[in-house]
């Protein structure tokens, strides 16, 4: 397993992708600097959560860009027929990729952390004023859970890479279940919500139940708002959010490997 | 002299890309055994077969019916038909990969990979990228990556493919090289004449078929057959089947070839059956014409 996921940090660690989707963050927190004094009061809120978004759309993107990439090109440049005619187990490839792909969004999430922390710091020290509620362990606590959900994510783009021949269906699956995931807690609670009179269709409420417990829920990784104010979970939720994640990644990836064992590579 | 593999009445079947995509047979029944210490190869057409079953040899695929035997013991070389590596690795990394998928330790890796590297031609392009490779680099760095652990079981899927007339020679030398080692190889090749030098066994696929299987005895006997022309006649044509004997049609004629020892028997057939003989000459029967003869029958 090793090999394959050193091969994979490696090919995917150099990527040009990559050091581009950095850039981008890198200018979307330097415009943090300029954005946040738009919002007097607020500064220190606007500032956590715009370096907050800004690492988590670029984990978004590498996930998007990069893990895709990396897994669709094995199959599709047949790369996969040297890889396997190695002593390597499928379900080795399919974890291999996968802690590859995890080292890279790490390291990722680890130059995006320094970076916006000393633009925090700027903002801090420049506005300390309005940096009362600012607290670096709930901003820590936001980008581990978004790193948690962008694993998931990478679970689920190597469970459809496994499904699918192409790597654009893989994105357009992929992105699906994170709009869905993203959402149906909302939509869920819009539903409870609702009159028996004004109410959705039974069969729309039992759709949404099955979807509801299919699909993970992408948002209750979101810490950004929390963490802006300064607030940390209790540890009992914090073990509880991890615990839900990584049974969910779990699953995806036995899936995965259940499903690549079986497939043909012509 | 033992078996290394072994493939009975192998059958696949792939259904084409699509919703509805119809069934087609790839491998209709395709027996071969490859024995320890030889160099055998696969040729054919395109569409042949050939690569299907190396891929169903080497577990890609799963056959739809048959059995395939590998060898437990034999640690296997592969070289994938037109190979395409990771862009952003070096020639070091990949070899890296290949040795450590063996569980080669890094000293020994560091030995092998200047060892491969200088066995290939590749030496000065170890640190360099794959994606600023050419095809013909590609391949040799694919060579070298299959050979880096010494296998016992060389399988190259193309080995000559993108390669200039040296890089052909070094393939060529390798292979023998290999033999010398003690490994067994069993590669797919579109070029005949190294084929015919090479080879112990030649296995000639055709439409999923073992058309035939060539020895390379088979092969020197076929050096000295005779070449009988006959006028091109349906007639003819199922006569030479029936006695199954090696012909090629060449426009109005065809030309018939037969060994030294079947050169009595054959003519006696030929007179038997009222076929005009148009003239009967020495042949310069290859692989090539074998090859051909079995392959390209569109004129009957």
Not at chain 1, 226 to 237: N, R
Request: charged letters at 20%; one cysteine or more.
């Amino acid at each position: 397993m090793w090999p394959i996921a050193k091969i994979t940090f490696l090919e995917g660690f150099r990527s040009q992708v990559l050091y581009g989707i950095f850039l981008f963050a890198l200018f979307v927190m330097v415009m943090s600097i300029v954005f946040s004094n738009f919002f007097m009061q607020d500064i220190g809120k606007v500032a956590v959560d715009f370096n907050l978004s800004a690492i988590s759309f670029a984990g978004l993107l590498i996930c998007l860009s990069v893990s895709i990439n990396l897994i669709s090109k094995d199959l599709d440049k047949k790369t996969i027929h040297f890889v396997l005619s190695k002593p390597i187990s499928r379900t080795s490839y399919v974890f291999g990729k996968f802690f590859g792909i995890s080292l890279i969004v790490l390291f990722a999430y680890l130059i995006l952390t320094v970076l916006s922390g000393l633009v925090l710091m700027y903002l801090k020290y420049d506005s300390a004023q309005y940096f009362g509620m600012f607290s670096w362990a709930a901003y820590l606590q936001a980008i581990y859970f978004d790193l948690l959900k962008i694993s998931l994510l990478n679970g689920i783009i190597i469970l459809f890479s496994t499904v699918t021949t192409s790597s654009f269906l893989t994105m357009l699956l992929s992105i699906s279940i994170y709009v869905v995931g993203q959402t149906i807690s909302a939509v869920v609670g819009f539903i409870q919500l609702q009159t028996t009179d004004t109410g959705f269709a039974t069969c729309t409420q039992k759709i949404i139940d099955v979807v509801k417990y299919l699909v993970p829920n992408f948002s209750a990784f979101d810490f950004k708002v929390i963490s802006a104010h300064g607030m940390l979970v209790t540890p009992g939720e914090f073990f509880s959010f991890t615990a839900y994640g990584l049974c969910y990644l779990l699953l995806v990836l036995l899936a995965a490997a259940g499903i690549f064992s079986r497939k043909e590579f012509l | 002299m033992s078996t290394i593999v072994e493939i009975e009445n192998l059958k696949k079947t792939i259904k084409k890309p699509g919703l509805r995509g119809s069934q087609v047979k790839v491998l209709k029944g395709i027996s071969l055994k490859v024995e320890t210490g030889s160099i055998t190869a696969i040729i054919g057409l395109n569409g042949a077969g050939k690569s299907t079953t190396i891929k169903t040899l080497l577990g890609f695929i799963r056959p739809t019916s048959g059995r395939v035997e590998l060898d437990a013991t034999a640690c296997i070389g592969y070289l994938p038909e037109n190979p395409y590596y990771y862009d952003y690795l070096t020639l070091r990394e990949l070899l890296w990969f290949s040795a450590k998928s063996f569980v080669i330790s890094g000293c020994e890796f560091r030995r092998k990979a200047e060892q491969v590297a200088e066995r290939v031609g590749m030496t000065a392009h170890l640190d360099q990228r794959l994606r600023s490779f050419s095809k013909g680099m590609t391949q040799r760095a694919g060579i070298a990556a299959a050979i880096i652990h010494d296998p016992g079981l060389v399988i190259f899927d193309e080995p000559m493919s993108g390669l200039d007339p040296l890089g052909r020679k070094m393939v060529f030398d390798l292979i023998k090289d290999l033999q010398s080692c003690g490994s067994t190889v069993l590669f797919c090749s579109h070029i005949l004449s190294d084929v015919e030098r090479l080879c112990d066994r030649v296995v000639i696929l055709h439409e999923g078929r073992v058309a035939k299987v060539l020895s390379h005895q088979d092969l020197l006997l076929a050096h000295k057959a005779t070449e009988i022309l006959l006028h091109h006649r349906p007639k003819v044509v199922d006569l030479l089947q029936r006695y199954k004997l090696d012909y090629k049609v060449d426009g109005a004629l065809i030309s018939c070839f037969a060994e030294a020892n079947r050169f009595d028997e054959t003519l006696k057939v030929l007179s038997a059956e009222g076929v005009d003989i148009v003239t009967i000459r020495a042949s310069a029967a290859t692989l090539e014409n074998i090859f051909y003869a079995i392959v390209d029958k569109k004129g009957e």
